[in-house]
Nanobody
């Protein structure tokens, strides 16, 4: 499985960005894609997850981004999006998308459960 994350950049506080994660090389079993982030000197932090390859999308968010971030998917393009609104300086981090095989349609925000990771895209929120 290969993952390609993109869409990061520099944005002012209160602004928005949309990250994309294109996945390839997986079979149409139950799978999920999650977003995680890591700021300098800090541990990796969960952000959001969405189930893919199932008719109904299961979604979960970390409390820190609920109400501000929206995860979605385009199954035809094998792409997951993370729309980030009302960005704060504390959202600054490298954002990674990751892929996990699951046995049922589900989500998980536990990084150690993920099988594959993308290269990361930098998000900087600063005035």
């Amino acid at each position: 499985v290969q993952l390609q994350a993109s869409g990061g950049g520099l944005v002012q506080p209160g602004g928005s960005l949309r990250l994309s994660c294109v996945a390839s090389g997986f079979t149409k079993d139950y799978n999920a894609i999650g977003w995680f982030r890591q700021a300098p000197g800090k541990e990796r932090e969960r952000v959001s997850c969405i189930s893919i390859s199932s008719s109904d999308a299961r979604i979960s968010y970390a409390d820190s981004v609920k109400g501000r971030f929206t995860i979605s998917r385009d199954s035809a393009k094998n792409t997951v999006y993370l729309q980030m609104n009302s960005l704060k300086p504390e959202d600054t981090a490298v954002y990674y998308c990751a892929f996990v095989h699951t046995t049922v349609a589900m989500t998980t925000l536990i990084p150690d459960e993920y099988d594959y990771w993308g290269q990361g895209t930098q998000v900087t929120v600063s005035s």
